[in-house]
């Protein structure tokens, strides 16, 4: 059997940039369709998320898959963990 490589999927996007999370927020805040939870209370969900055993990939949420850098600046979204939501 040939030998196959990474998934080029995953291999372009597991590993998101700084630089690219800032353009896919800006692209958010863009298209007008979400608002932006206050600085206070995205920085208290991101350190949650990053003392969470969810926490996966430098930035991923296993239950949502969502980028938590994103998630954590949108007003309105909440912790998807199914048993222990944390904010
Ligand atoms: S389960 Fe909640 S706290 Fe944990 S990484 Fe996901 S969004 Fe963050």
Redesign the pocket.
């Known amino acids: 059997m040939a030998k196959q490589g990474p998934c080029r999927d995953c291999s372009e996007t597991i590993e998101v940039t700084p630089e690219k999370l800032e353009g896919m927020l800006q692209m958010l805040i863009k298209s007008g369709n979400i608002e932006l939870a206050d600085e206070e209370t995205s920085n208290r969900r991101l350190s949650?998320?990053m003392s969470?055993e969810?926490?996966t990939h430098g930035g991923t949420?296993?239950?949502?898959g969502?980028l938590?850098q994103i998630?954590t600046k949108i007003k309105g979204r909440h912790?998807?963990?199914p048993l222990n939501?944390?904010?």
């Open positions: 949650l998320c969470c969810a926490y949420c296993k239950y949502c969502c938590v998630r912790c998807p963990s939501p944390k904010w």
